[in-house]
């Protein structure tokens, strides 16, 4: 996630030109701000759709299964004013063993938690999904942030939506809307 690097290094920046322009004038009201364009962001094979605020950067990342075989994650990110959204998909390979979901959930949440403060996350709440085994989670990442994730498994089709930004931008309507736009496609 670049949003850290860029705040760091555009921050300063940003606040020398925003003080500037702060004193010529207000900001407009809420009815008159931009308003962001989302998109409905198609995954392979229309393996599921989630809208994103924004075009997010695609990329594949090349990864082996525990017994050998190769197989490829999608990953659409994008970085949106506070926050970080990512969706990931990817077919599990023949030799992952699908039959017991939930063990295939609670391994990918074991790993992600190894990059979490403490290790663990604060929060996990199991439960279904568009007619998929699910879990939702919360935890804190070092720096201040919070990182919330729905992972699921439909046969052999992992998907995975996260945002990782403040503690109280994980509730707003834009996170939100991501989280609840995901449809499941064939």
């Given amino acids: 996630m670049t949003l850290a690097r860029r705040g760091f290094v555009a921050l300063p920046l940003a606040m020398a030109a925003t003080a500037a322009q702060a004193q010529l004038k207000q900001p407009p009201p809420p009815s008159q701000a931009p308003q962001s364009v989302w998109y409905a962001v198609r995954g392979p094979d229309n393996a599921f759709i989630v809208d994103m605020p924004g075009e997010p950067v695609y990329k594949l990342i090349d990864t082996v299964s525990p017994g050998g075989a190769k197989f490829v994650y999608h990953s659409y990110s994008l970085d949106y004013r506070r926050l970080s959204l990512v969706a ?54 070092a720096g ?38 995901l449809r499941l496609g064939v």
């Fill in 88 to 141: 990931q998909t990817a077919l599990y390979p023949a030799d992952v063993d699908v039959s017991q979901p939930k063990l295939n959930l609670q391994s990918v949440l074991d790993d992600r938690a190894q990059r979490l403060a403490g290790g663990k996350w604060t929060k996990i709440d199991w439960r279904e999904v568009l007619g998929a085994p699910a879990a939702e989670s919360i935890g804190s990442v």
């Fill in 144 to 181: 201040g942030s919070m990182l919330r994730q729905l992972v699921l498994l439909k046969g052999r089709r992992y998907v995975s939506l996260a945002c990782l930004g403040p503690a109280d931008s994980l509730r707003t309507p834009e996170v939100e809307r991501f989280f609840k736009s």
